[in-house]
């Protein structure tokens, strides 16, 4: 899956989608002019801001938005590239973001992508980015959290 931002993405915006990148061992790509049809060649997720930080997380597949996520960030720490992450949780959320990546459910990794209310990245049990999830919208449903 490939990582890309809106056409001028602030720095917060950009140093976010690296560490996402990182964790989660998706290649980030620096959008510029390219289309989101250009793009669409392959699974993307589009980070877009609100008020100059990551706000929302809208995932394509064949070039079109499955899913769409409005979340407030936190980013804890810095972390380098590792493991393929494992989703943690049984909502429907986690169940459309695995079906979606391609990431598996369970156990059986050092990091851990746990879906309950709030989207949590954690490695070795220590937390890296929080997502506080504001509102989801998918194909078939709009939650509102």
């Known amino acids: 899956m490939i990582i890309t931002t809106a056409r001028k993405p602030s720095s917060?915006?950009?140093?976010?989608?690296?560490?996402?990148g990182r964790?989660?061992?998706?290649?980030?790509?620096?959008?510029?002019?390219?289309?989101?049809?250009?793009?669409?060649?392959?699974?993307?997720?589009?980070?877009?801001?609100y008020k100059g930080n990551p706000g929302s997380f809208s995932y394509f597949l064949n070039g079109k938005c499955v899913l769409s996520i409005r979340a407030n960030v936190s980013l804890d720490k810095d972390i380098g590239v590792?493991?393929?992450?494992?989703?943690?949780?049984?909502?429907?959320?986690?169940?459309?973001?695995?079906?979606?990546?391609?990431?598996r459910t369970g156990e059986g990794s050092e990091r851990?992508?746990?879906i309950k209310d709030n989207i949590e990245f954690t490695c070795d049990g220590k937390s890296y980015i929080k997502l506080t999830v504001l509102e989801v919208r998918g194909e078939d449903s709009a939650r509102s959290i």
């Open 23 to 49: 964790f989660t061992g998706w290649m980030y790509v620096t959008r510029g002019k390219t289309s989101l049809q250009d793009l669409a060649v392959e699974p993307f997720l589009l980070v877009g801001e």
């Open 82 to 103: 590792g493991a393929e992450p494992v989703i943690q949780g049984n909502s429907p959320l986690a169940l459309d973001i695995s079906k979606i990546t391609g990431l």
């Open 12 to 20: 917060k915006t950009r140093i976010f989608c690296k560490h996402l």
């Open 112 to 114: 851990v992508i746990r």
